[in-house]
């Protein structure tokens, strides 16, 4: 059984908050940023109107590789903040990063 940080709680609708930050970034923060050693980061654009949800593809930065491992999330725009349907990755070390 791997050990997860505090905040995980498995695959699930999930809130970027301050002082974290408010939302996933579309660029790369790069490797051992975010508390991790691969930082989750999207290469899609957030839904636009409020109400409106979208598929987004995620990127997992490692070495000189800012797209290490690939995935997909969803988004839905609540008006003021975005939230986010997140999934387990494989390892504890891949973590989805919030700016």
Known sequence: RQIRPGDWRGNGWYRMMRPAGTMIPSRSP???????????????????????SSVMNIC???GNNSCHMKGRIY????????????????????RYCAA
């Open 30 to 52: 790069g490797q051992k940023r975010c508390g991790t050693d691969l930082a989750g980061w999207t290469t899609s654009r957030h839904p636009s109107r409020r109400g409106e």
């Open 60 to 62: 997992f930065a490692w």
């Open 75 to 94: 988004a839905t725009n609540c008006g003021d903040y975005y939230v986010y349907y997140l999934v387990e990755q494989p390892f504890i070390y891949y």
